[in-house]
């Protein structure tokens, strides 16, 4: 059957359960959370209807299409490019007001909208009501009201846009009276781009040439029109021209009292007051709400700190106790299938640097990564998926705001911690909650100083090892290095590059939510699971295969002879000053691929094998030939030295800049060199050995 | 005269050929042939008990009239800089010789302005002229009150001259310190002055508006109606994206362990703003915790 190609956007604030729509409409799983600003790639998925192809496009989440944010602009040029026919809107029907800021301006762009009124439990459940048709009737264009995390209302949401595809249903958006003066001016200036040829939308430029929207006035300024203009054949227009109306626009914004964007925003505002008179219903009086009850603890001036670190620490003891036996088991699972992977290979004959490889490095290695990574990973994350969905996280930041404002930052930074302690890869990612540049880059870039759950559960066998009973202590003394690094490094990145620039913390603090059980796992595992592999085969697998080698070529050689035993002798000298040994360096850049495996990795450099694939061996010799300060020193290096490899990838992905990556580096070796050399040289004026 | 009829019609006096010439200090004789002509160009119609009321054409054409009236005195001072005093008779003459289409013109040329240079609001086109709780200086007796000057008859002239010599301009801030005799001690920027009883009378005002305050400031609990955004650029618009607009209520929620920043509710949503940034919002007290 041919099937009729639609393309939608969905566009939608920050928290409306934008996400949630599209992910229940395709079946694609897309991370969501009861933080604002999650989505910020381009997110794309396919449903059928009818005969009917529909293709979604999850826009970002703004407030406003005001071109003030990276966000604000890839949301507003995709729909001016005209790709999508119609575009949905999410609305979160508890903040309707709010919300319908976003929707007015949306009318203005584009007449094909479609309001997807979502959240609607939570209005029922206040005892509230929304009279659908009369907002339908207010705005002009179809509004369906929905359920996302229930599926309620979204096959009426097809319905509605395939039905305005097929032009069954028509809209007619409501346009906004700007007030008398306003208006005149808006008429005086669509006269004049009438003039120039400019058609299409010229309520809108003249709207924004008003609103004084910094890239409109330089799209003037420049001649570059094209973009916001519907006909394709624009006339050719003299730049000058151009610039002639910017100068008129700026002269009648002098006119408009007290300010013309003030006053545009203030009748926006003023028609959604209004459209929410008519439309929104109080049945039952309101009553003081959980969020009202659960922040009055939780924002509490001293119980506070104690709620916080309790649940950080309770989620750290639940990932470490409960990862213990799956992973073992997973451990005991890769070493049988890297038993039954040698005989199979060994009945077919095959060389010895090919079962070595094969079974030695590749399997027993990636296999040792997912064992070791896997289950701490799925447990932390549906704990923090928990935490974020029913709203705590944002809470965190606003308590936290005023400690991260002291070192230039701001509380948005504390969620990016909170994640790096899971993984930093995650914690790079999540950056993007912070819409402030200066302050994203810095936490992107500080972000590795924070102790992941690998390097942490791998850190603590050794610990354990050395410490006994003292190991919870010189676990919180790690804890505290790291936060303290990061807190040092955030202040003085800010300093050093970004001393002029205004930092500020706005954020929206969602009501809290009842958890939805089924998305937080699915979520997490789908996430975690996939997540986990993919590197597991993309990174570490080609690393373990390269570190095989360098341990088993040439063969049959003595140790020394051996790539690894060259890289052992090169970089002794370097270690001294740090109480570090070649065979130490040489191990950490083993476990650049993924710091869990730095165990294994000092059995191969202290020639003890020559795989990844035993812990037990070394573990007695290091407590034997290792001092105390050694092990604290080479801990303290490991912990800090260098981001693993995903970790540097995701900060490329993220900063798309080459200094930012280096920096990024640089700050971690230093971090790591500085605080190992005073370790080491501060204990041994302390007496230690 | 039909501006007469207007505003005695707008301010709930009876309507009749009376009061009429009364008001317009003509003689008492005269009142039937005014009101006669009022009726014959159908902007009044009366009914058996001889209490008038302006037809919808006639309220349309003295509102017409004010705005044109407004607008000269505007123009007359904006552009050729005529003294305040002098106006009100020019404008009279003007008014009457103004199609609706020249006031729009002559309206556009000025930039749309809101008052005249009394301080009397300009009604736009067809709108009714709005009705402030205005009261005359002399009627306020109270001490300590605070008030807004809204506007000064423009009759008599020289008293006009005189009060604005003396500072008592349209949008200044006064205080009414004691009221002794006849004479009222007014304060204004700090000094004090005198004003006799029957120039009061001349001299409408409001009470002066709250001070706005800004918005960090408040204790919490508070519910306040914001009047003005400071500041520009990327972060004004971010403030009036998240909902703080002039004419929002904003409750004051909460205040993080550490004092700052303060959550508040806005438009249905709650809002965590640092003290910074909340600075630049200024707000008028409605209810304080």
């Known amino acids: 059957m041919d099937r009729k190609r639609l393309v939608v956007g969905m566009a939608g604030n920050p928290n409306t359960g934008k996400s949630a729509i599209f992910n229940a409409l395709t079946g694609r799983r897309q991370h969501v959370g009861n933080w604002p600003g999650k989505t910020i790639e381009r997110a794309e998925g396919v449903f059928f209807h009818g005969s009917w192809e529909v293709h979604l496009v999850d826009l970002p989440g703004t407030y406003s299409l005001a071109a003030q944010s990276p966000e604000e602009i890839i949301a507003r040029d995709y729909i001016i490019s005209e790709e999508p026919s119609i575009v949905v809107n999410v609305v979160d029907a508890t903040s309707l007001e709010r919300n319908l800021n976003l929707t007015l301006q949306l009318l203005e762009l584009t007449d094909k909208v479609v309001v997807a009124l979502n959240i609607m439990d939570e209005v029922r459940r206040q005892g509230c009501e929304i009279d659908v048709e009369a907002l339908e009737a207010v705005l002009g264009v179809p509004v369906v009201s929905t359920v996302a995390t229930e599926g309620e209302g979204l096959p009426q949401l097809k319905t509605a846009l395939v039905e305005v595809a097929e032009g069954y249903r028509q809209t007619s958006p409501t346009s906004i009276d700007y007030g008398l003066t306003v208006e005149g001016y808006i008429k005086s200036l669509e006269e004049d781009l009438a003039k120039l040829g400019i058609i299409g939308r010229s309520r809108w430029i003249a709207v924004r040439l008003l609103e004084d929207d910094p890239e409109v006035i330089e799209g003037f300024k420049s001649g570059k029109l094209s973009a916001w203009t519907l006909s394709k054949d624009t006339p050719f227009i003299y730049p000058e021209s151009l610039q002639v109306l910017v100068r008129k626009a700026a002269r009648l914004r002098e006119a408009i009292h007290p300010n013309a964007r003030v006053e545009i925003v203030r009748r926006r505002y003023e028609f959604a007051h209004n459209a929410v008179k008519q439309t929104f219903r109080r049945k039952q009086p309101a009553e003081q709400s959980l969020t009202e009850r659960v922040d009055r603890i939780i924002t509490h001036r001293f119980w506070s700190w104690p709620i916080m670190l309790a649940i950080l620490v309770l989620v750290l003891w639940i990932t470490i106790q409960g990862a213990n036996l799956p992973s073992e088991m997973l451990g005991t699972a890769f070493a049988w299938l890297a038993e039954r992977m040698r005989e199979f290979l060994g009945y077919l004959n095959a060389p010895w640097w090919v079962i070595g490889s094969l079974v030695d490095g590749l399997i027993f290695g990636t296999g040792t990564v997912i064992a070791v990574m896997l289950p701490p990973m799925l447990i932390f994350f549906t704990a923090f998926s928990l935490l974020e969905d029913i709203g705590f996280i944002p809470r965190v930041a606003f308590n936290m705001d005023r400690l991260m404002r002291a070192v230039g930052s701001q509380g948005k930074q504390t969620m990016v911690v909170m994640m790096s302690f899971g993984c930093n890869v995650t914690g790079v990612f999540s950056c993007r909650i912070i819409e402030n540049a200066k302050d994203r880059i810095v936490a992107i870039i500080t972000s590795p100083l924070v102790l992941c759950n690998g390097r942490f559960g791998a850190g603590l066998a050794l610990v354990i090892l050395f410490f006994g009973d003292r190991a919870l202590s010189v676990t919180l003394i790690y804890l505290a290095i790291s936060v303290g690094a990061m807190l040092f490094a955030t202040w003085v990145l800010n300093r050093l590059f970004f001393r002029r620039e205004p930092g500020g913390f706005v954020m929206e603090l969602p009501p809290y939510r009842k958890p939805k059980w089924g998305q937080i796992i699915r979520r997490s595992l789908v996430h975690q699971v996939g997540h986990t592999m993919g590197r597991a085969v993309m990174i570490a697998a080609p690393a373990m295969l390269i570190i095989w080698f360098l341990g088993n070529l040439p063969p049959d050689s003595s140790f020394e002879q051996t790539a690894v035993g060259h890289m052992v002798n090169m970089l002794t000298p370097l270690g001294r000053p740090f109480g570090l040994t070649g065979e130490m360096l040489t191990a950490l850049v083993f476990t650049l691929p993924a710091k869990e495996i730095v165990v294994s990795s000092l059995a191969m450099t202290y020639g003890l094998q020559t795989t990844l694939a035993d812990s037990q061996t070394i573990l007695a010799h290091l407590a034997r030939t290792w001092t105390p300060l050694v092990a604290f020193s080479f801990l303290t290096f490991y912990m800090f030295y260098l981001p693993c490899l995903v970790t540097a990838w995701a900060i490329w992905k993220e900063t798309r800049s080459l200094k930012w990556l280096l920096m990024s580096l640089l700050v971690s070796m230093t971090m790591a060199s500085v605080i190992t050399f005073i370790v080491y040289q501060g204990g041994r004026l302390l007496g230690f050995s | ?289």
């Open chain 2, 1 to 289: 005269m039909l501006k007469i009829a207007y505003a005695l019609q707008e301010s709930g006096y009876a309507l009749n050929g009376k009061e009429l010439v009364r008001s317009a200090g003509l003689p008492q004789s005269l009142s039937r042939e005014v009101a006669g002509v009022l009726i014959a160009f159908k902007w009044v119609e009366e009914n058996a008990q001889g209490v008038m009321r302006l037809t919808k054409a006639g309220e349309a054409r003295a509102r017409e009239l004010i705005r044109a009236h407004r607008l000269w005195e505007r123009y007359l001072v904006d552009r050729k800089g005529m003294p305040l005093e002098g106006i009100h008779a020019e404008a009279d003459r003007r008014e009457h010789e103004m199609t609706p289409q020249e006031t729009k013109s002559l309206d556009i040329e000025l930039g749309y302005p809101a008052w005249d240079p009394h301080g009397h609001v300009i009604p736009a086109h067809g709108r009714r002229v709005p009705s402030l709780e205005t009261r005359r200086l002399s009627e306020v007796g109270i001490r300590g009150s605070r008030l807004r000057i809204l506007f000064l008859d423009d009759e008599p002239a020289p008293l006009l001259a005189q009060l604005i010599t003396m500072g008592l301009k349209p949008g200044v801030e006064i205080e009414i310190i004691n009221r002794e005799f006849d004479i009222l001690q007014l304060k204004l920027d700090k000094k004090v002055i005198p004003l006799a009883i029957s120039a009061a009378n001349h001299v409408s005002v409001i009470p002066a508006p709250a001070l706005a305050v800004q918005l960090d400031e408040l204790p919490m609990g508070s519910r306040v109606r914001v009047v003005e955004i400071e500041g520009s650029g990327k972060h004004q618009r971010r403030m009036l994206d998240m909902g703080f607009v002039p004419g929002s209520e904003v409750t004051v929620i909460r205040k993080a362990p550490l004092g700052d920043p303060i959550e508040y509710r806005v438009k249905g949503t709650a809002v965590a703003l640092r003290q910074k940034d909340a600075r630049s919002i200024l707000v008028e007290e409605l209810e304080i915790g």
